[in-house]
């Protein structure tokens, strides 16, 4: 059974950083790409970045571009998202999420597994 478990979100003040985890466990990933999606009360599901577990290849959402980055430790089935100048509107539950194409797409409907979530919450 997969399983992708996320940790590391908390509170922090704007222009700070934090970094997420996110533990997969159920199966081979090599094939997959891993993503990190978010959601804001009332929003929709946003893209925030994703990349291919094999090559490394990377994809990231504009709002994000510069300021965030996607990595994973093949050794320990582990993918990360370093958030630096963290701002207000970053604020939301943050989901890891898999998927089989092993393309780092930015369309949450071609992932497979989600996590629970993780909260962000960046104050001013």
């Known amino acids: 059974q997969v399983q992708l478990v996320e940790s590391g979100g908390g509170l922090v003040q704007a222009g700070g950083s934090l970094r997420l985890s996110c533990a997969a466990s159920?199966?081979?990933?090599?094939?997959?790409?891993m993503g990190w999606f978010r959601q804001a009360p009332g929003k929709e599901r946003e893209f925030v970045a994703a990349i291919n577990w094999s090559s490394g290849r990377t994809n990231y959402g504009d709002s994000v571009k510069g300021r965030f980055t996607i990595s994973r430790d093949n050794a320990k089935n582990t993918v990360y998202l370093q958030m630096n100048s963290l701002k207000p509107e970053d604020t939301a539950v943050y989901y890891c999420?898999?998927?089989?194409?092993?393309?780092?797409?930015?369309?949450?409907?071609?992932?497979?597994?989600w996590g629970q979530g993780t909260q962000v919450t960046v104050s001013s």
């Open positions: 999420a898999a998927n089989s194409l092993s393309w780092p797409s930015a369309d949450k409907r071609t992932y497979d597994y």
């Open positions: 159920g199966r081979t990933f090599s094939s997959y790409a």
